[in-house]
């Protein structure tokens, strides 16, 4: 497939999940797509088909952190990626917002270096990869309520789970669940200093969607980071 069959039809995709994709973003999208398919024939990066191109691998990787990225806090900064594998959402939705500083967290050693070799081919000002189990960053205080936003996608996300990504969220910082349709829905069950913001549509044909927890600050009214609208 050309550079150009690659960008119409991701600009297909992006108009019927209701985003728009600029030339710099949509060359972008494409040189990491195109990274990541190299690589998956090597280290398996993800599960999806590379290859053709299909219309559900287009809106998994790139159009559902497209979409994800019309509620980021405009100003948000740092972002931290938890189980980031394969570099989706987090690679495409710091392309979409590139004023945020992205550190991804992948306890794989190979995975971490397609991530690094992502973060250099991309020229991903101020990204870094951190090659740990999530629960080990916390004994590095810098990231203690370090960051505005977290983002999840493959990792299970049980309470403790959130407990313990909670510590990285500053007050008034928000968590990004990315969740199919068979995923669970934390609304009800999330435990303070966490609670249910809200839960967006990400894309139609895969039901798949999108919850944001917001980390409330204790003794104050209205939390900050609010997110940006589209």
Not at 16 to 22: D, I, L, Q
Not at 146 to 173: M, N, S, W
Not at 208 to 215: A, G, P
């Amino acid at each position: 497939m050309t550079s150009r069959e690659f960008q119409d039809k991701l600009a297909r995709r992006a108009r019927r999940a209701g985003v728009t994709v600029n030339p710099l973003l949509a060359a972008r999208l494409e040189a990491y797509y195109r990274l990541l398919a190299i690589w998956n024939t090597k280290i398996n990066l993800t599960g999806l088909p590379l290859a053709e191109v299909s219309p559900e691998t287009l809106d998994r990787l790139l159009i559902e952190p497209l979409v994800a990225a019309r509620y980021v806090p405009s100003l948000a900064t740092r972002l931290l990626d938890v189980g980031s594998g394969g570099g989706s959402p987090a690679i495409p939705l710091a392309l979409a917002a590139p004023h945020l500083r992205l550190l991804m967290v992948e306890s794989k050693t190979r995975k971490s270096v397609f991530l690094r070799e992502a973060i250099r081919t991309l020229e991903l000002l101020g990204a870094d990869v951190a090659t740990a189990r999530f629960e080990e960053l916390l004994a590095r205080p810098d990231l203690h309520e370090a960051h505005d936003l977290v983002t999840i996608r493959a990792v299970r996300t049980e309470q403790r789970t959130l407990g313990v990504l909670q510590a990285f969220v500053k007050p008034g910082g928000l968590v990004f669940l990315f969740r199919g349709s068979g995923g669970g829905d934390p609304s009800e069950t999330v435990t303070p200093p966490l609670a249910w913001r809200a839960t967006y549509p990400l894309i139609e044909a895969l039901h798949s969607r999108l919850i944001v927890l917001e980390k409330r600050v204790v003794g104050r009214g209205v939390p900050r980071g609010t997110p940006a609208q589209a």
